[in-house]
């Protein structure tokens, strides 16, 4: 008789009952098995980059579904956070936990809107205060187009229908070899202000402000290029430029974003001592070909982490980001983690 069922396991005629020596044996080989696979996923979650080293997102309830978040403390101490489309939105905060929506930044759209956006509805809002003013930098496209504008409002308050435009800081056309979205105001300790942004095509790229229209600066008009993906068919956006103990820091988004769990941003660094660059990652790699330390990425119910700002707060710095709820069928959601800088490097927690 085969000794083998149609399926190729043992059949029972075939069995033999296991020695002590052969219990004892599988004992000590399974204890073994599980020991090494605990030591290596202490290990794995001990390395930076790896997706079980991420904490979770802190706390955060109200009405939370965002994208590309820019959050500020008012004068008052409460949080305003400005997300993109339909204004931009803002949300408002008293303990950075709980947020609430507050209404659209601009009530009525400009109409030079409509040159970029059919729908005059901006992304990827850049809020900040500078100078005893609320400066909301903004971008207007189409999805895929780089027939884009970035432009610029001030308040005194910071709050949603207080906002005065001034119009556009940058343009491009379809003949364009970067795109004008994506903008993130940085200013330096030298008071210099600096913008980047970018989207695909060649990357990302900056230009210097004059601080008192928060417009190109007309003594210097260059465009420098900071980082890019290679072949350009690869995706970067969304840049955030701090400084941090002697070092530069450019964040950006990687990869492809708003495809709810078939997402795959991820948020990655380069610094340098300089703020126009060139911008490294850990490995020395140029972000201007490819480099880029992983800070955050798909990790657990967290799919896609992209869109980030980042804010010193009392207690420390907070990465502030939207990310796709796995466990809530994909839905965009507002992320905050604290940051701290190890060995020179962000890490968040």
Same mark, same amino acid.
């Given at each position: 008789?085969?000794?083998?069922?149609?399926?190729?396991?043992?059949?029972?005629?075939?069995?033999?009952?296991?020695?002590?020596?052969?219990?004892?044996?599988?004992?000590?080989?399974?204890?073994?098995?599980?020991?090494?696979?605990?030591?290596?996923?202490?290990?794995?979650?001990?390395?930076?980059?790896?997706?079980?080293?991420?904490?979770?997102?802190?706390?955060?309830?109200?009405?939370?579904?965002?994208? @590309? %978040? $820019?959050?500020?403390?008012?004068?008052? !101490?409460?949080?305003? /956070? &400005? #997300?993109?489309?339909?204004?931009?939105?803002?949300?408002?905060?008293?303990?950075?936990?709980?947020?609430?929506?507050?209404?659209?930044?601009?009530?009525?759209?400009?109409?030079?809107?409509?040159?970029?956006?059919?729908?005059?509805?901006?992304?990827?809002?850049?809020?900040?205060?500078?100078?005893?003013?609320?400066?909301?930098?903004?971008?207007?496209?189409?999805?895929?187009?780089?027939?884009?504008?970035?432009?610029?409002?001030?308040?005194?308050?910071?709050?949603?229908?207080?906002?005065?435009?001034?119009?556009?800081?940058?343009?491009?056309?379809?003949?364009?070899?970067?795109?004008?979205?994506?903008?993130?105001?940085?200013?330096?300790?030298?008071?210099?202000?600096?913008?980047?942004?970018?989207?695909?095509?060649?990357?990302?790229?900056?230009?210097?402000? @004059? %601080? $008192?229209?928060?417009?190109?600066?007309? !003594?210097?008009?260059? /465009? &420098? #290029?900071?980082?890019?993906?290679?072949?350009?068919?690869?995706?970067?956006?969304?840049?955030?430029?701090?400084?941090?103990?002697?070092?530069?820091?450019?964040?950006?988004?990687?990869?492809?974003?708003?495809?709810?769990?078939?997402?795959?941003?991820?948020?990655?660094?380069?610094?340098?001592?300089?703020?126009?660059?060139?911008?490294?990652?850990?490995?020395?790699?140029?972000?201007?070909?490819?480099?880029?330390?992983?800070?955050?990425?798909?990790?657990?119910?967290?799919?896609?982490?992209?869109?980030?700002?980042?804010?010193?707060?009392?207690?420390?710095?907070?990465?502030?980001?939207?990310?796709?709820?796995?466990?809530?069928?994909?839905?965009?959601?507002?992320?905050?983690?604290?940051?701290?800088?190890?060995?020179?490097?962000?890490?968040?927690?």
């Amino acid at each position: 008789m085969n000794s083998r069922t149609p399926h190729g396991t043992p059949s029972r005629t075939s069995v033999r009952k296991p020695s002590r020596t052969h219990v004892r044996r599988a004992h000590v080989r399974r204890v073994l098995t599980a020991l090494t696979a605990a030591l290596l996923g202490t290990l794995v979650a001990l390395v930076p980059g790896s997706a079980s080293a991420y904490p979770g997102p802190g706390l955060v309830t109200g009405d939370i579904s965002v994208h @590309d %978040p $820019s959050m500020v403390r008012l004068d008052d !101490g409460r949080y305003i /956070l &400005y #997300s993109t489309h339909n204004g931009p939105q803002a949300r408002i905060s008293t303990d950075r936990t709980r947020f609430t929506h507050a209404g659209a930044a601009f009530p009525n759209p400009p109409s030079w809107w409509g040159r970029y956006s059919p729908e005059r509805s901006p992304w990827a809002p850049d809020v900040s205060k500078q100078g005893g003013r609320y400066w909301l930098y903004y971008s207007l496209s189409t999805f895929g187009s780089n027939h884009s504008a970035i432009g610029v409002a001030t308040s005194p308050s910071g709050l949603p229908g207080t906002w005065t435009d001034h119009g556009p800081v940058h343009t491009t056309t379809t003949g364009s070899d970067h795109n004008a979205i994506d903008p993130n105001l940085f200013v330096d300790d030298d008071g210099k202000w600096w913008m980047t942004f970018g989207s695909w095509w060649t990357g990302i790229k900056m230009i210097r402000l @004059d %601080p $008192s229209t928060g417009k190109q600066h007309p !003594g210097d008009r260059t /465009l &420098y #290029s900071v980082a890019a993906r290679n072949p350009t068919s690869n995706g970067i956006e969304g840049p955030t430029l701090v400084k941090r103990g002697g070092y530069y820091y450019l964040f950006a988004s990687f990869d492809k974003c708003c495809a709810g769990t078939d997402s795959t941003y991820s948020i990655r660094v380069g610094r340098s001592t300089s703020p126009t660059g060139p911008f490294r990652d850990r490995n020395g790699v140029d972000m201007r070909n490819n480099g880029g330390t992983v800070v955050l990425e798909t990790h657990g119910q967290v799919v896609g982490p992209g869109g980030q700002s980042v804010m010193s707060d009392v207690d420390g710095d907070l990465l502030v980001y939207h990310y796709y709820d796995r466990a809530d069928n994909g839905s965009p959601t507002l992320g905050i983690n604290l940051m701290r800088w190890d060995g020179g490097w962000p890490v968040v927690h």
